[in-house]
T-cell receptor, first 113, second 111 residues
Framework: DVKVTQSSRYLVKRTGEKVFLECVQD?????MFWYRQDPGLGLRLIYF???????EKGDIPEGYSVSREKKERFSLILESASTNQTSMYLC????????????FGPGTRLLVL | ELKVEQNPLFLSMQEGKNYTIYCNYS?????LYWYRQDPGKSLESLFV???NGAVKQEGRLMASLDTKARLSTLHITAAVHDLSATYFC???????????WGAGTKLIIKP
C-alpha cells in the first residue's frame, strides 16, 4: 500500500512565524502535490513537483514556497504565516504516467493566530 | 480556465433512498476522479473514469462519465448511514496531472 505521511496533524502558529510542513511518501512516486482545503472551495493546488528539485506553481502559490531535495520528501514552507493561511493542508503523490489516482496524506490542520 | 461544479453541495437523505450527485466541468477532458472524505480524515480514491461512457461500480456507488456532455454522475443506491461523507470530483486538465477539484458534496444519510 502507498503510504503518504505528513509531519503534523495539528499545528498552531503565530502570525509572522515561519512554518514548515513536511510530506513523505514511500512508493517512489515522481509527482508530489500540496493542496489547501477550505470549506466550500474544494481543494486548491498550491505547488507541485514532478522530480527532485523541480517545482511548478499551482493556483494559489502566493505566500508559500516548497522544497524537494529528495524524491520521497516534499516540504511546504510558509515564510511568514498569516491568519488567512489557516486551513487544512493536504499532501498527495502519484507516479509519473499513472492515470489512476493521487494518494493523499492524512492532512495537517494549521491554525495561525 | 477549467471549472468543476458539483451539485448539490449538501444532501441529506434517508437510508434506503437513491440519489445522484452531479459533476459538471467546463473544458474537454477524458479523465475524471471521484474521492470520498470522512470528517477529519484525508481523501480516499473511489473511482477513476478514463473515457467517454466509462461506468464503474462498487457496492452501492456507481460512477459514470459523459465527456460530450462534460458530466459525471455518482449514483447512490439504497443509501446506508456508512456512506455519509463528503464526495469530491476532480478533473485532469490537459493530462498534466494537475487536478481541478469540485467544491465537494456533503452527504448525510439519516438512519
Amino acid at each position: 500500500d502507498v503510504k503518504v505521511t505528513q509531519s503534523s496533524r495539528y499545528l498552531v502558529k503565530r502570525t509572522g512565524e515561519k512554518v514548515f510542513l513536511e510530506c513523505v511518501q514511500d512508493m517512489d512516486h515522481e509527482n508530489m502535490f500540496w493542496y489547501r482545503q477550505d470549506p466550500g472551495l474544494g481543494l486548491r493546488l498550491i505547488y507541485f513537483s514532478y522530480d527532485v528539485k523541480m517545482k511548478e506553481k499551482g493556483d494559489i502559490p502566493e505566500g508559500y514556497s516548497v522544497s524537494r531535495e529528495k524524491k520521497e520528501r516534499f516540504s511546504l514552507i510558509l515564510e511568514s504565516a498569516s491568519t488567512n493561511q489557516t486551513s487544512m493542508y493536504l499532501c498527495a503523490s502519484t507516479l509519473w504516467g499513472d492515470q489512476e489516482t493521487q494518494y493523499f496524506g492524512p492532512g495537517t490542520r494549521l491554525l495561525v493566530l | 480556465e477549467l471549472k468543476v461544479e458539483q451539485n448539490p453541495l449538501f444532501l441529506s437523505m434517508q437510508e434506503g433512498k437513491n440519489y445522484t450527485i452531479y459533476c459538471n466541468y467546463s473544458t474537454t477532458s477524458d479523465r475524471l476522479y471521484w474521492y470520498r472524505q470522512d470528517p477529519g480524515k484525508s481523501l480516499e480514491s473511489l473511482f477513476v473514469l478514463l473515457s467517454n461512457g466509462a461506468v464503474k461500480q462498487e457496492g452501492r456507488l456507481m460512477a459514470s462519465l459523459d465527456t460530450k456532455a462534460r458530466l459525471s454522475t455518482l449514483h447512490i443506491t439504497a443509501a446506508v448511514h456508512d456512506l455519509s461523507a463528503t464526495y469530491f470530483c476532480a478533473v485532469d486538465e490537459d493530462s498534466n496531472y494537475q487536478l481541478i477539484w469540485g467544491a465537494g458534496t456533503k452527504l448525510i444519510i439519516k438512519p
